[in-house]
């Protein structure tokens, strides 16, 4: 049963250590993780790896592999001491990459805190495509692009759709919309 669970947290603070987005799994039949505890987890990895590069760690017994990105850090954090950094540096890459599509602009490709806020739900999609409660589901960036579109064609689908909504809504006499 460990060997599913291979995923603890993926975590993705900025250059101060605030969180930008974080995910914890925690295994059925096991205590979850309080907010204090994934709070001071964080502050912990922060301040172990802000010197470093953090390219592999462990931390609180549990294996963390992390890169820097501009001015946004990404972790990776496995669920115990035998956890197949392999496998971690794998999710890790992986998401650096999806990142990277979706930070995207004219001017570069690199992940900061803005472009990451401002794409934040593609991004929090690519993370449950590659995880689901810390079991690691894929790892190849082509098929999970497949899967979850480029936020462009579908905010704006989803724009249009929404304004269609709301004109037949206003046809069938709901004024507030």
């Known amino acids: 049963m460990d060997i599913?669970?291979?995923?603890?947290?993926?975590?993705?603070?900025?250059?101060?250590?605030?969180?930008?987005?974080?995910c914890f799994y925690d295994p059925p039949d096991t205590p979850t993780t309080?907010?204090?505890?994934?709070?001071?987890?964080?502050?912990?990895?922060?301040?172990?790896?802000?010197?470093?590069?953090c390219e592999l760690e462990i931390?609180?017994?549990k294996v963390v592999i992390g890169s820097k990105q501009s001015d946004v850090w990404i972790?990776?954090?496995?669920?115990?001491?035998?956890?197949?950094?392999?496998?971690?540096?794998?999710?890790?890459?992986t998401l650096i990459s999806l990142f990277k599509k979706a930070c995207a602009t004219d001017e570069s490709i690199m992940i900061t805190k803005k472009t990451f806020l401002e794409n934040y739900a593609l991004n929090r999609l690519y993370i449950e495509e590659?995880?689901?409660?810390?079991?690691?589901?894929?790892?190849?960036?082509?098929i999970i692009l497949n899967r979850v579109p480029i936020a462009d064609n579908a905010a704006q689908s989803l724009n249009e759709?929404?304004?269609?909504?709301?004109?037949?809504?206003?046809?069938f006499g709901f004024g507030f919309l």
Do not use: H, W
Not at 75 to 93: I, K, M, P, R
């Open 34 to 53: 309080s907010i204090t505890e994934k709070d001071k987890f964080e502050k912990l990895i922060f301040e172990k790896c802000k010197t470093s590069n």
């Open 59 to 61: 931390i609180d017994n």
């Open 130 to 142: 590659v995880i689901n409660d810390g079991i690691i589901f894929e790892v190849d960036e082509e």
């Open 161 to 171: 759709a929404i304004g269609m909504a709301k004109e037949k809504a206003k046809g």
């Open 75 to 93: 972790f990776v954090v496995g669920s115990s001491l035998n956890s197949n950094e392999l496998a971690l540096l794998d999710v890790l890459n």
């Open 4 to 22: 599913i669970y291979q995923i603890k947290a993926i975590i993705v603070l900025d250059n101060n250590g605030k969180r930008l987005c974080s």
